[in-house]
């Protein structure tokens, strides 16, 4: 069983910066393939990227690449998702999940197991 705890949700202003991040304990993040989910209010969850166990590659959804930075930190067992220019349109509630995914389009093939507590991102304009 793999623990996730996330921080670094807030209040931000359109255009600005945030990063979140995901603490893994109960297995060694750098083992594990995490991926980023968000869900607006009257939305459904969407991936937002995902950070693969094997080669550390990189897949964003696409109205987020080039904004939207993961990466991990082994030493602290810890996945970070670094959001700049954030707009409007990023507001909701972002989980990170230890997943599984197909090996085409692994952003949209994610199978999350274990989820983060959610932390909520509000964009103002």
């Known amino acids: 069983q793999v623990q996730l705890v996330e921080s670094g949700g807030g209040l931000v202003q359109s255009g600005g910066s945030l990063r979140l991040s995901c603490a893994a304990s109960?297995?060694?993040?750098?083992?594990?393939?995490i991926g980023w989910f968000r869900q607006a209010p009257g939305k459904g969850r969407e991936g937002v990227s995902l950070i693969t166990a094997t080669n550390d590659r990189t897949y964003y959804l696409g109205s987020v690449k080039g904004r939207f930075t993961i990466s991990r930190d082994n030493a602290e067992h810890t996945v970070y998702l670094q959001m700049n220019n954030v707009q409007p349109e990023d507001t909701g509630v972002y989980y990170c999940?230890?997943?599984?995914?197909?090996?085409?389009?692994?952003?949209?093939?994610?199978?999350?197991?274990?989820w983060g507590q959610g932390a909520q991102v509000t964009v103002s304009s």
């Open positions: 999940a230890t997943v599984h995914f197909g090996e085409y389009a692994p952003l949209t093939t994610m199978i999350p197991k274990d």
């Open positions: 109960g297995s060694t993040s750098d083992s594990l393939s």
